[in-house]
């Protein structure tokens, strides 16, 4: 069975790998109580090893009888499976959601990378943040957590640092199955995603130079008979295109060569098309691309991925996307209310 919870011990090496344990207290679904205090817990301070007292003429930071944790932005890790979301500190295991405050002091790669997920991870459970918000890149690990905490399923997903990942392959085995996807957070179009089956596959990527800087997810494979595009315009998705690859590979987008079948929406599993709908208004998008993945045994649904800049007037089918598209503007349009010339006595922005 998938164990949802990841937490590496750093520095710690078991024949050759770092050893991952389960935590003997859950706290991932952890909200604050009515009534308790924001400021209850820990201060942590990613980034701050300017203020540690060992670093500073100053004395550190001394924030009276509150307990001051210091961590780098490559000690955080996330663990994501629907509706049981965790972000934690991999010093010692403690989840973000235990401190008090979390607080960005400094932004060195990949800092502004993590952030939008971080802080998704802490407003869901009511905690306060400094400098984070609207800081931080909308990136494939803030959808997946965002989606999954509003309970829309997701391929179980682990975000760790790289000096934690290269020696990860046993554990994410383990959890993910194999074989698992390892893809790049920040790339689309199929760039920079791999089908892992053994370990010389998964340190190939990691460790090849030109790769050095990508910051990767490990992610359940979900076995399917393709994929499928959803285009999203307000409250509806007109458009349902299915790609499967032709060559082979887990990739199906049509850049890479994969094979496109327009759907009939009339037809097609209502509830795959209110989750599409679901998961664009989840990321604020009213016109969106949503690819989904039906498990090819259980039929179970699985939300992959939500474009905010999906390719309508080119690619497969633009011709129909391009007519959905002018459809949705035109009944747009014509719900706004009419502007009706200002009475001349009022033109001037007041009465006379």
Known sequence: MLTALLIAVPAIIL?????????????????????EPDGQGPLLVINGEVFRPEETNAGGLDVGAVETVFRGIADIAFTVETNRTRVYETVSGIDLADFGLVQI??????????????????A????????????????????LIRLAQDGLPVPLTFYLPRRLLNDAFEDLAERLCLPFVLKAMNASGGRLNY?????????????????????????????????????????????????????????????RGGHATLFDTDTFDDDALAM????????GCEVAGVNLVQHRDTRQWHVLEVSSSPAIGN???????TGAYATYLHNKLSRRPVLRPRPPHLQEGRPR
């Not at 609207?134 to 803030?142: E, R, V």
């Not at 992610?219 to 008979?225: A, G, K, T």
């Not at 690619?315 to 996307?321: I, L, P, S, V």
């Open 15 to 35: 024949s050759g790998r770092v050893a991952v344990w389960i935590a003997t207290k859950d706290r991932r679904d952890r909200k604050v109580p009515p009534g």
């Open 105 to 122: 002091a400094a932004y060195p790669r990949p800092t502004g990378t993590l952030l939008s997920a971080i802080t998704a991870y802490l």
């Open 124 to 143: 869901d459970r009511q905690r306060p943040v400094v400098n984070m918000a609207q800081i931080g890149a909308p990136t494939k690990l803030y959808q």
């Open 195 to 255: 089908l892992i089956h053994n370990e010389q596959e998964f340190l190939l990527h990691l460790l090849d130079p030109d790769q050095k800087a990508v910051a990767f997810l490990a992610q359940q494979f979900i076995p399917n008979n393709g994929t499928f595009r959803l285009l999203v315009l307000g409250d509806q998705a007109p458009i349902v295109i299915h790609r499967c690859s032709t060559d082979g590979t887990h990739l199906t987008n049509t850049e």
């Open 276 to 283: 599409a709908v679901r998961g664009a208004a989840l990321m």
């Open 315 to 321: 690619g497969a089918f633009a011709a129909e996307k």
